[in-house]
């Protein structure tokens, strides 16, 4: 019942920035968290950024990106926003919006996933 539709990839030189949208269709039915994952050829899903939708907002992010990638919220319109700032090439990947009912690291938590988009960062 729930769609999540995300937006913003594309290609941005080393240093450069990108915004990633995300936005929830339907009742989300407990899944307070909203977040990324990303995914590079050959290697495994990574937890990116993840944010609570309820009072406080709390936020958690992976060590590789904290300091130069903001998650934030905007309630009314059900969407969340990934602002990377500073990208290198290591963050090239598909990014993949996801909703879950915890503010956890691991994919086992999720109980919905955006289509993904493509973000590369050339060097």
């Known amino acids: 019942q729930v769609q999540l539709v995300e937006s913003g990839g594309g290609l941005v030189q080393a240093g450069g920035s990108l915004r990633l949208s995300c936005a929830a269709s339907?009742?989300?039915?407990?899944?307070?968290?909203m977040g990324w994952f990303r995914q590079a050829p050959g290697k495994e899903r990574e937890f990116v950024a993840a944010?609570?939708?309820?009072?406080?907002?709390?936020?958690v992010y992976a060590d590789s990106v904290k300091g130069r990638f903001t998650i934030s919220r905007d309630n009314a319109k059900n969407t969340a926003y990934l602002q990377m700032n500073s990208l290198k090439p290591e963050d090239t990947a598909v990014y993949f919006c996801?909703?879950?009912?915890?503010?956890?690291?691991?994919?086992?938590?999720?109980?919905?996933w955006g289509q993904g988009t493509q973000v590369t960062v050339s060097s």
């Open positions: 339907g009742r989300t039915f407990s899944s307070y968290v």
């Open positions: 996801n909703a879950g009912p915890v503010l956890e690291t691991s994919a086992q938590y999720i109980n919905y």
């Open positions: 944010i609570d939708w309820r009072s406080g907002g709390s936020t």
